[in-house]
C-alpha cells in the first residue's frame, strides 16, 4: 500500500515561506553540522511529489537537491516550464491528490515524500499523510505561507517523539490517526 511523508520546516509561529514565498530565514540557519535526519527520510522514501509553488522555487537551484525523482503537481505548468537539465528528473502531472497516489501505486512506489504546504493541507485533507516530521525553527516571521490550512474535521495526530538540537530547532514526528 503507498503512503504519503511529510518532512518540512516551520516558523514558531507556523508558517514554511514569508507571503512571496522567500525561505532566506529558514536557509541562513542551516547547519550542515547538526543531523536534522532528512537523509534517514528521504533513503527510506521512492519518489517525491511537490507543489508547483515549491518546485518554481527549487527549480533554478544547482546543483539540484533531490535525490530521487519528482513528480510535479500542477494545472498550470507545462514541460517548456522544466530546466533541460532536469527533463529526466522531474515529470508534471495535473492530478488530484487521490489520482496521483494511484498513478504511484501503479507505477510500484510505496513511500511517498508529499512537499509544499498547499499540496500537504489537500493530502491532509484526503487522508493520504500517514505521518509528519515538523522542525520548529526559533524565528517568528508574524505573516506568511501557512503549513496547515482549513480542515473539514479534525485530524487527530499521535506524537511519537521530539528532539531538540543546539541551533534551536525542535522537531517533532508525528503519525496521522486515521
Not at 537551484?61 to 528528473?89: E, F, N
Request: aromatic share 8%; with cysteine; glycine share 8%.
Amino acid at each position: 500500500m503507498i503512503t504519503g511523508h511529510v518532512f518540512i520546516a516551520t516558523s514558531l509561529d507556523g508558517f514554511i515561506a514569508r507571503s512571496d514565498g522567500d525561505i532566506a530565514w529558514l536557509l541562513e540557519r542551516d547547519n550542515p553540522d547538526e543531523d536534522h535526519g532528512y537523509e534517514v527520510f528521504i533513503s527510506d522514501i521512492d519518489i517525491i511529489l511537490m507543489g508547483r509553488g515549491t518546485f518554481e522555487k527549487m527549480r533554478d537551484v544547482r546543483p539540484w537537491p533531490y535525490s530521487r525523482p519528482v513528480v510535479v503537481l500542477s494545472s498550470t505548468l507545462m514541460q517548456s516550464d522544466v530546466p533541460g537539465d532536469l527533463v529526466k528528473k522531474v515529470r508534471l502531472a495535473n492530478k488530484a491528490p487521490e489520482e496521483a497516489m494511484r498513478m504511484l501505486e501503479s507505477e510500484g512506489h510505496r513511500k511517498v515524500y508529499v512537499d509544499g504546504g498547499l499540496l500537504i493541507q489537500s493530502f491532509l485533507r484526503a487522508g493520504l499523510i500517514a505521518d509528519m516530521v515538523i522542525t520548529n525553527v526559533p524565528v517568528l516571521l508574524g505573516e506568511g505561507r501557512r503549513l496547515f490550512g482549513k480542515v473539514d474535521a479534525d485530524i487527530s495526530l499521535c506524537h511519537e517523539e521530539t528532539k531538540s538540537f543546539p541551533s534551536g530547532l525542535v522537531q517533532s514526528r508525528y503519525r496521522v490517526e486515521a
